[in-house]
């Protein structure tokens, strides 16, 4: 239910938009958030949203990253900026729909030092 798009190569310093699309109906949409799993490494929260705007991000992406949503296209962004070679990994988007938890496929970001 969830499509996670936008993914790819960019180089060190650059910028990449991230977006997640929930598909269906769904009246009840709660905090969405987006993932990140390195090669080797367990996946983490990046970014978090509530469905009134309230955001969270983890301490090493805060000023460079931006999540935001809208709520009339289900659809969730992450604005990614100067970005770093520790940001590449798997990005999973989340969301909370009435009381599940469903993840989207990942879209892979590599960023070249």
């Known amino acids: 239910q969830l499509q996670a798009s936008g993914g790819g190569l960019v180089h060190n310093g650059g910028s990449l938009k991230l977006a997640c699309v929930v598909s269906g109906s769904h009246a009840n949409i709660r905090a969405m958030a987006w993932h990140r799993q390195a090669p080797g490494k367990p996946r983490h929260q990046v970014a978090e949203?509530?469905?009134?705007?309230?955001?969270d991000y983890k301490e090493s992406v805060k000023g460079r990253f931006t999540i935001v949503r809208d709520n009339a296209k289900n659809t969730m962004y992450l604005q990614m900026n100067s970005v770093k070679p520790e940001d590449t990994g798997v990005y999973y988007c989340?969301?909370?729909?009435?009381?599940?938890?469903?993840w989207g496929q990942g879209t892979q970001v590599t960023v070249s030092s």
């Open positions: 989340a969301a909370t729909i009435d009381t599940w938890l469903y």
């Open positions: 949203i509530s469905v009134d705007g309230t955001t």
